[in-house]
């Protein structure tokens, strides 16, 4: 069974970067066909997404963030990372990662939640 | 303010049927883009219900049901049982926003 699990600081002062990485076990990230994704969810507010991967490293990042937002891969590790430059309040949020069919696709596998919060 | 327009609440009785609309426009639903249906669960991640407008995936009881017509998506759920309740969020692709898009969420009541 494939699953997601994602780690890194739960809190973030602001102008800093925040940094998460989500490890897959039960299958390879290399799988074609599937993306990587990272979605985030405000604190009583709905989803929004943030961006994906392939496991060649192709990305696509959500436009109202990409300035600030990488998104990596490591295939040797069968992990992929996000980071999110300059974060503020605005960034507190519940982060998740998940395996997307088609970088636009729906998530099939999700990990756990991770709060991660803003504040100095 | 969501590109997709759902409904903040619906609620229903145990044993009744409620729908979720989920309305777009002519650059994502109406373009023809599929749209995919997740419920969450208070503190929970949230769990794939219908993807491809109209397909469950294994596991998912067939009291739920997608469809999609112009621009826009419905969820269904018969047989409404106290488990149901949930918040349930649509998902599809925007061209001009070139990105993923999600509905503003459904707090589903089951009364």
């Known amino acids: 069974q494939l699953q997601l699990q994602e780690s890194g600081p739960g809190l973030v002062k602001p102008s800093e970067t925040l940094s998460l990485t989500c490890t897959v076990s039960g299958g390879s990230i290399s799988s074609s066909s599937y993306y990587w994704g990272w979605i985030r969810q405000p604190p009583g507010k709905g989803l929004e997404w943030i961006g994906s991967?392939?496991?060649?490293?192709?990305?696509?990042?959500n436009p109202s963030l990409k300035s600030r937002v990488t998104i990596s891969v490591d295939t040797s590790k069968n992990q992929f990372s996000l980071r999110l430059s300059s974060v503020t309040a605005a960034d507190t949020a519940v982060y998740y990662c998940?395996?997307?069919?088609?970088?636009f696709g729906e998530g099939d596998y999700w990990g756990q939640e991770t709060l991660v919060t803003v504040s100095s | 303010q969501s590109v997709l327009t759902q409904p903040p609440s619906v609620s229903g009785a145990p044993g009744q049927r409620v729908t979720i609309s989920c309305t777009g426009s002519?650059?994502?639903?109406?373009?023809?883009?599929?749209v995919h249906w997740y419920q969450q669960l208070p503190g929970t991640a949230p769990k794939l219900l219908i993807y491809a407008n109209s397909n469950r995936p294994s596991g998912v009881p067939d009291r739920f049901s997608g469809s999609k017509s112009g621009t826009s998506a419905s969820l269904a759920i018969t047989g409404l049982q106290a488990e149901d309740e949930a918040d349930y969020y649509c998902?599809?692709?925007?061209?001009?926003?070139?990105?993923?898009?999600f509905g503003g969420g459904t707090k589903l009541t089951v009364l």
């Open positions: 998940a395996r997307q069919r088609g970088w």
């Open positions: 002519s650059s994502n639903i109406g373009a023809g883009y599929d």
């Open positions: 991967i392939y496991y060649s490293g192709s990305t696509y990042y």
């Open positions: 998902q599809s692709y925007d061209t001009s926003l070139s990105g993923v898009i």
